[in-house]
């Protein structure tokens, strides 16, 4: 039965459509082999997520091989959250890029770019799903690489300088990874993450583990781009296609913050990580840090994609500071800002890439009077605005007001406090930009020519499919919150 | 009848709005008239079921999982939703003279935005729990906010950054705390009879700076300090400074601190443990304050900008006696208030349009050039004074009342200095411009407001005088508050 087969299907499908695009060459064929494999991932993503609400965990044994020897997919309602967001997102922005892409990639190289994107989407879905450690490490190689070739598509040198910088960073992080992996698999014997965990208890005790636990720790630090080690984000996210980075703003960092909650929660175990080894006193000053002094940082950038980085920073240190709290609410908070923030921070950047497209350039201070021209867009970039400051009836009110009211059932009063200050930062980076847009008159001598001048349709109905469900999300928040909460149950209550 | 039906008119009629634009300008004020009517009649209905002791409530929608979004009819709401919705239908008779005569760019957006407003302001006023009122009322500051700065130059960019920023940190910054401190408390936001945080088990002093969040993170109250946005506000359209500045939006702000402290907290609490007795010099320091300050202005809407905030410390100095008769008459107030406020604005508007004057100073004989608008700015400043023949004289004796039966005549005191200060900031300027001889030679007739204008003006001021002579519906509807 093709619905026994979902969890091999998810990652197969948009792995073999790399190799096709190569096949094919032509821009077009590329993007619409490309695009049938993700739409077909997102579907069994879908299907997968329904099983597991229905009937529990799936775990699927790879070629047959049962669990030690073999590897295994293990899928619970945390990753088939993430499984569904992060197809979702990649299908989404797929479609949007094609006009975006065209404009600003080589059409010669157009079959390398969607073949890189469909590896990557490999890599982060096979992240998601895998329920072997050392395969995590594989996928994450596959993403990463793939995705410092996306990111140097960018049609700016700079692009292959931020990839370069990218590329360090991120192999560091990669390779504190796999040390950390190593050291548990030399003090337990083990690559299977239920083993993993099962095995952990018993060997608590030994320096390998604690050595493995301080390298995931900052390895999963640097993939995930927490404060302060997230210099490699802003120039990443700045000089890339504006798809791309639509697209790794929705998904990368939010599956390298997956796998911190799976090592965390699943492997370790909360009693562990913060129990024990007292993760919070290093992760919360840095998150707390973060979200206030990103947020700060983001009101002094004079260019849009940049500010929009820093503030998923910003947003990133929320999601962690909920990790914090170690509480089921607590993580309810975080999983359901993953979500959300996936899904306004993407449309942020799909609506700068429109902007892009239009104006050919993003500095903020000189797109006045923007709303007569793009009205569709500047509105999109508002609605998501307002999501990001945290407005009610927005996604982010959801979020914020989760994470406030986690924290302040733990006692953590000042938590919830520094996280409404960094909430007025964004008033001020958000209002500072729309005001530009809606009321500053041009300042240039020659006027430029008035009249609509709106991004295409093909770029227009993603950003505003994306929009629709953040509303949905956001009128109706319960709907993601209680995913989000068998999300968090799930990590909480170790493996069965 | 379903509350949610008081969201429809001021929604639906926005794509109207929009479709009829500036081509087309009479249908497309005529469409916002016919809205206007229409709402009018559902808050009517809605009146009409509540006094017959009907529960009047809409479905609900689940925001965050325990909390849901949901609107039902109780009598302060009804009040505020029947207060606004007519006043809708003058301010935009008035409007079309105002914004015509005074040739404003962008009506078609200023009348959207307007519509919108009021469609978060039914949402405030049938809000059935504390997450729905947050929502309301952080969606018209959003929804004002393209009002505010409406003229698009340096000035109003400046006046909208300062709205946006006071308001919004207020409501993220204090009041957004208070409201999950007491999700988290009691377990519920909803609105109910004597309150909910008598179970809560908080301690005196948790409450009292749960009281304080509320009282000033609603900025709309405009309690000293958050009250630097109001004046600054003032450079909107006057019919916006009239409506949303001395009606809808400030008016959003004390109903919901009347709200909070006669459903949230209850007024048993409050006058058992006393803790409003940290607020309230704070809030009377407010009322006699603005008041002073308005003595110094020149410029009419500053005057009255002031004017305003003082009076709307009146409201919460009222809702925090917490007695039932001081809060029936800060509600009442609520109506009293905007009667004669909307009056006076109304005539700084048509003074504007007419004579092109803005300084109070100016005004020298103007009287016998505008005697109408003139007579009813006299008429509105007893209504705000709280003089017969005008209206605001039960609402300040309801108040005054209530300091008594709260055991504090010093409040009282607050009260009536505050009096006299508006009889000497406010009757002057209709002296002056009748009796003053003018400055320059004027022209002789009189150049009167366009007709719209005129009639709306006569409008609020006849409706002014009548609730000095009947208030009894409103005090019989307010008498339904179950306060415990």
Sequence with gaps: ???????????????????????????????????????????????????????????????????????????????????????????????????????????????????????????????????????????????????????????????????????????????????????????????????LAQRIPDAESQRAVLVAFSFLTIGLMIKSAVFPLHGWLANAYQHSPVAVTAFLAGTATKVSLYVLLRFFFSIFGPGYSFGSMFLNVVLLPAAVAGFLMLSLVAIFQTDLRRMLAYSSVAQIGYIIAAFCLASQSGLTAGIVHIINHGIIKTVLFMSVGCILYRVGHTHSNSLDNLFHKMPLTVTAFILSGLGLIGVPLTVGFVSKFSLISASMERGWWMIGALVLLSSLFAIVYIGRVVEIMLFRKSRNSTPEPVGRHEAPMMMLIPMYVLIGISIWFGVSGSTTLAVASEAAAALLGGYQ | ?????????????????????????????????????????????????????????????????????????????????????????????????????????????????????????????????????????????????????????????????????????????????????????????????????????????????????????????????????????????????????????????????????????????????????????????????????????????????????????????????????????????????????????????????????????????????????????FIGALGIIGLPPASGVWSKLLIAGGSLEAGNAFWIAVLMLSTLLNIAYLLPIPLRAFFKPAKEPVTEGWTEAPFPSLWAIGLTTTVCILLFFFPQPLINLLGLIQWR
Excluded at chain 2, 172 to 195: E, H, N, R, V, Y
């Design chain 2, 1 to 377: 009848m379903n509350p949610l039906w008081t969201l429809v008119p001021p929604l639906v009629v926005i794509p109207f709005i929009i479709f009829f634009g500036e081509s087309r300008r009479n249908l497309r004020e005529a469409s916002i008239i016919l809205a206007g009517i229409a709402l009018l009649a559902i808050n009517d209905r809605i009146y009409s079921a509540v006094v017959s002791g009907k529960v009047v409530e809409s479905g609900e929608l689940s925001l965050l999982a325990n909390f849901s979004l949901r609107l039902s009819a109780e009598p302060m709401g009804v009040m505020f939703g029947l207060l606004a919705s007519f006043l809708w239908v003058v301010t935009t008779v008035y409007s079309i003279g105002y914004m015509r005569g005074h040739d404003e760019k962008n009506q078609t957006r200023f009348y959207c935005c307007f519509a919108l407003a009021i469609a978060c302001v039914m949402a405030a006023a049938y809000a059935d729990n504390l997450l729905t009122l947050f929502v309301a009322y952080e969606a018209i500051t959003l929804s004002t906010f393209p009002l505010v700065t409406h003229a698009g130059n340096d000035a109003s960019r400046k006046a909208g950054r300062l709205y946006l920023l006071l308001l919004m940190c207020g409501s993220i910054g204090l009041f957004l705390p208070a409201i999950i401190w007491i999700a988290t408390a009691a377990g519920t936001l909803d609105f109910k009879a004597g309150g909910i945080l008598s179970d809560a088990g908080m301690s005196k002093a948790s409450i009292a700076v749960l009281l304080a969040l509320c009282v000033f993170g609603v900025g709309k109250a405009a309690v000293m300090p958050m009250h630097r946005w109001l004046p600054a506000a003032m450079v909107a359209p006057t019919p916006v400074s009239a409506l949303l500045h001395a009606v809808a939006v400030v008016k959003t702000g004390v109903f919901t601190i009347l709200k909070v402290v006669t459903y949230t907290f209850g007024i048993d609490m409050i006058s058992t443990t006393g803790v409003a007795g940290y607020v309230l010099p704070i809030v009377a320091f407010t009322v006699i304050a603005s008041s002073l300050i308005a003595f110094t202005k020149d410029n009419l809407k500053a005057r009255l900008a002031y004017s305003t905030i003082s009076q709307l410390s009146y409201i919460v100095m009222a809702a925090l006696l917490a007695t039932t008769m001081s809060v029936t008459g800060g509600a009442l107030h609520i109506v009293m208030h905007a009667f004669g406020k909307i009056t006076l604005f109304f005539c700084a508007g048509a003074i504007m349009v007419s004579l092109h004057k803005t300084q109070i100073s100016d005004l020298d004989g103007m009287g016998r050039r505008m005697p109408i608008t003139m007579f009813c700015f």
């Design chain 1, 1 to 195: 039965m093709i619905a026994d087969q979902l969890p091999a299907l998810t990652i197969v499908l948009p792995m073999l459509a790399a190799p096709l695009c190569v096949l094919a060459r032509r821009p077009l064929a590329c993007w619409v082999i490309a695009l049938c494999a993700n739409f077909l991932a997102v579907l069994s993503a879908w299907g997968m997520f329904w099983q597991v609400r229905d009937d529990g965990v799936i775990r699927y044994a790879l070629g047959g091989w049962a669990a030690p020897t073999g590897i295994e997919y293990y899928v619970d309602m945390m990753n088939a959250t993430m499984l569904l967001l992060v197809s979702f997102i990649s299908c989404v922005v797929l479609v949007y890029a094609y006009r975006s892409v065209n404009k600003s990639v080589q059409s010669a190289k157009h079959y390398l770019f969607y073949a890189a994107w469909m590896l990557c989407l490999t890599g982060l879905l096979g992240i998601c799903i895998t329920g072997d450690a050392f395969n995590v490490f594989v996928f994450l190689e596959i993403s990463s690489l793939s995705m410092y070739m996306l990111i140097a598509f960018g049609n700016d040198k700079r692009a292959l300088f931020a990839s370069f910088r990218y590329l360090i960073m991120g192999s560091i992080g990669a390779s504190f990874i796999l040390i950390g992996i190593g050291f548990l698999y030399a003090a337990t014997g083990a690559l299977n993450m239920v083993d």
